[in-house]
């Protein structure tokens, strides 16, 4: 091991998590370097927007458009990669393990579908590969996952992972918004992004779910393996009528042991209201991790946001260069290739809330209840609202006690044809959690 | 740097927590092994009760009542402190460490009265003291303040730390039960200890809090800076009154910057309703930090309980044997010796909630008003109920804007001297929290 001096950074991406690191190593330089035992040095900053060249938060000089500048540079010890998406990163990322330098990233969707095969890229050069805001933007949860909670048989993470989604439902639920005004609001407030289909429809979340899966069960969990669903088909009535029945409405990450399989998916769920996660509002955060030894340990904090994420990027610069400082280097555990099976959607086993419209007429809910009955499910509550004077129709919402989902999805299309059934509303999973 | 074939282990203390520490080495002895990278052997276990020998979770033939067979073993490279206690716990961790030992403990009442001068003794033998089971039982939270948040300038931590008295907080708010009643069934549960007088009257959350506030403010302070005050006060109506006003009654153990000062303190506080740590029930525990960078962070799981607690500590063992496994130490910070001072109670400033008896006749408001007045207290909200008929008399509840704690005291002692005031019920901080 040689003495080092310092240790050297080039940042990659100058957007909104990317100013904030430059802001930290402009404001907090001496904390940083105090905590890391060794001067860090900011050398380098690349972004494709010549623009960024006047942030008040770095040296022009030390601006470039060219990330080759940072990669092919060997002064550089640590590569910070933040321009999110899947290409160019992942090949920055390549590149930047292949020569031999450490990588701090932010980017769920590469560590989602190329996580294993990064990691392992980093053992065989000797270096770290750290990924802390790729999960819950500023709340720790990879480090305390690996450091405090590995001795644990995880039986289960329940996630709201997703801020832009968990503002939508809060405004729905608080002020009774229909999905397409809740979505404005939240695009017009900056919680939202232009075209917010990986957020609304449970992309952004699933890529997530995968990552803490991927730590929690040892196991090769990717993004293909998680089922997602969105909120775009959740209505203001189904915040009512859960309420009614005792829950709120949130988007759900979740990963679970079921036998020797695991359950990885994303899905709006009802959850009891009166658990911590159905008080999580707005564009927070929280992750409730379920283990033999811990029981249930929840984080809770800021998803998203440039001083929260930044804040823990420049947390995992730090860890590198304290242990470059001692000369040593922390390798991440690979996780085993499916040495876990994944449980398709069709198999699981749940509760379920059903909304439907129905002529309004006797004999309708005998009807329903047949069908549901051939197929082994049985009801746990049912409300019938006054009906549609006009259109002799009414709402009815049922919830059932578990059922198979492929059991469920095809008493629902029965359900469908029958002539007394106007409408399936909505179909939402039923989450009791672990109180 | 030689190479280590195995790391060896003694523990002193096999009670609720030491007993958790056996099973895990028992029951997932390869999680361990794999987790550090090198085996990981469990070498003696003391106890000064000889009958702790017939545990199910060790050999008979590690056991010793001589804790001295571990701190002179020349062969055990972590020693594991369990007994809790000041002495003479203190002086088995002065001389692990004076030995070249690495210790792990979850000793809260050493690391609050002496942590500082033993993290110095570890640094100056190069090897580390670790303790992340001494606050908050099962919850990572001083391995994530130190690697996730500790480039934020910390404002607040606030905390519910002490299980003992949440169970019983809880209780009398869901129950309606008086202080002993809850108390007992606490005992008779196993939640409070038969000397309940270090949980209920703060002592352990002062412990505790000290220690989250030396890592937060990076500046030594102590069980002794730590102003207390238990929960043996509160009666029934005073959940009544505060559910009425809006609040939960929570004991919070709080640390504070207030301008160059640090204001740390443990009293029972209303808290607003709508606010997560007021949803923490029962046994559970919660810690929000709020930063600069992170904002709101909260640490929510068991503070307490064998397998929780066990589980940490095997953690703390685990990290520190595969930095042996890779020749390094992690060396702590030593907070510095108070650069940063103590604000005493009287010079606090808060919102105050007073319950007092009086004499149900006109002008009394008025009167009380009056002192208050007189030392620059203004009311916020005052609620009087319906006249014990019987005895002439009713109760009142105000709560204040914020005043300082000595014109609170000083306008308390003469309400109590005014001849239509009965007595003084409860005074009782209210905290409004960063929502």
């Known amino acids: 091991v040689t003495a080092r001096k310092a240790v050297t950074i080039g ?31 900011l050398k380098r900053v690349a972004d494709l927007d010549s623009n960024k060249k006047d942030s008040p938060f770095i040296d022009p000089a030390i601006f470039t458009i060219d990330a080759n500048a940072i990669l092919e540079d060997p002064e550089i010890d640590i590569v910070v990669e933040l321009i999110g998406g899947e290409n160019p990163a992942k090949e920055f990322i390549i590149k930047a393990l292949s020569r031999g330098k450490h990588v701090v990233t932010a980017n769920k969707e590469v560590l989602s579908k190329y996580g294993p095969e990064l990691l392992t890229l980093a053992q065989e050069h000797n270096v770290s590969l750290l990924y802390e805001a790729s999960v819950g933007g500023g709340i720790p949860l990879i480090a305390p996952l690996k450091r405090n909670l590995q001795i644990n048989d995880i039986s289960a993470i329940y996630t709201i992972i997703n801020g832009t989604t968990n503002y939508i439902l809060t405004k729905m639920e608080n002020e009774g918004l229909e999905f397409p005004a809740a979505l404005q609001e939240a695009q017009d407030l900056g919680y939202a992004e232009a075209n917010p289909y990986s957020d609304i429809e449970g992309l952004d979340a699933a890529y997530k779910i995968s990552i803490l899966a991927t730590i929690a069960f040892h196991t090769d969990i990717r993004f293909q393996d998680v089922y997602h669903e969105g909120i775009s088909r959740t209505a203001p009535q189904d915040f009512r009528y859960a309420r009614e029945l ?90 085993s290739s499916k040495t876990t099976a994944i449980k398709p959607i069709d198999q699981l086993e749940s509760r379920y809330y059903i909304r439907m419209t129905i002529s309004d007429q006797a004999g309708v809910l005998a009807q329903i209840t047949r069908v549901l009955g051939e197929h082994s499910i049985s009801i746990s509550a049912a409300i019938q609202k006054e009906a549609y004077i006009k259109e002799k129709a009414a709402e009815i919402v049922i919830t059932t006690h578990p059922a198979v989902e492929s059991s469920v999805q095809e008493a629902i299309q029965e359900i469908e044809a029958l002539a007394i059934v106007k409408q399936i509303g909505n179909l939402i999973r039923v989450e009791d959690l672990n109180r």
Do not use: C, M, W
């Open 11 to 41: 940042l990659i991406g100058l957007g909104v998590i990317g100013s904030g690191v430059a802001k930290i190593f402009k404001e907090k330089h001496q904390r940083l370097n105090s905590q890391a035992n060794i001067p860090i040095i």
């Open 246 to 335: 005792g829950y709120a409405i949130k988007l759900l990450a979740i990963a679970k042991k079921a036998g020797d399989s695991v359950d990885v998916r994303v899905h709006p769920a009802l959850i009891p209201e009166d658990t911590l996660l159905a008080k999580v509002d707005g564009v927070f955060n929280a992750v409730q991790v379920e283990g033999d030894l811990s029981d249930k340990v929840i984080f809770y904090g800021r998803g998203a946001g440039s001083a929260p994420t930044a804040n823990v990027v420049v947390a995992d610069i730090v860890h590198i260069a304290r242990n470059i400082s001692t000369g040593t280097v922390e390798v991440s555990e690979i996780p």
